[in-house]
């Protein structure tokens, strides 16, 4: 028993240390290779720059005046002129031409949402759809490089913002970029309660006689997951960073544990 924790110590230092891996979203991915870092937590620091899901950097903190800056230019298509009706302005309506893409929409813009953890998930797909008849590469085939490249960069975008905004973990980690919280993604797990109680967890998973052992112990990550991300959804709310990267750190651990079982099922 004494080896088989030494064991186990010794394999989760090493699943902590590496990068988390997102499963692919099956819908229309033949064309987009975007990845996303994993999470690592330590102190809570403020940054003007970060490059959040390999796009370019963008500031969390000045998304509301871009916003509010936006509202008062008239953005126009740049194939046929016509002006947009607001500062969400992917496509345009008028020629069905794929606009440049522009940071400075954030993924909650994209899908119509209000910029906050709790949202409807339920209508995320019937939107990401929508879009996606609309910018997808392969629809626009015959148009001019140019423009099949706004479409590339536009449809890959939209892959990600549904990836991240559908995913309770991607999308506490996302609003928390947008307020300007860094994660350090360098750190190990510290929390020897967190780090013991994983220890147990990943015992039971290798113990598992069988499927519907498995499927307990995934039915009790997900309460897990669940608590967690209520309690990240208070924190968040409150503005208490710190106890939103606590949280924020327990979803990660037992959201690798779901994963483990699902290799095992």
Known sequence: MWKSKVWNLTLLSTIVRRRTTLLSISHF????????PSPSFSTISRTSNFDFLGNPNFPGKTFCSESAEKSHVHVRCWSCGNVANGSLFLFCD?????????????????????RKYDIGVENLEGKYKDWQKKLHPDLVHSKSEKERGFAAEQSARVIDAYRTLSKPLLRAIYIMRLEGVDVDEEETLSDPELLSEILEIREAVE????????NQIQSQMQEKLDHWSNSFANAFQRRKFEEALNSIRRMTYYQRVNEEIVKKL
Do not use: K, W
């Not at 991915?29 to 996303?36: A, G, L």
């Open 29 to 36: 991915q033949s064309n987009s290779t975007s990845h996303f």
């Open 94 to 114: 008028s020629c069905r031409s794929v606009q440049p893409l522009d940071q400075s929409v954030d993924y909650f813009e994209i899908f119509g949402l209000e």
């Open 207 to 214: 113990e598992a006689a069988d499927s519907q052992e498995l």
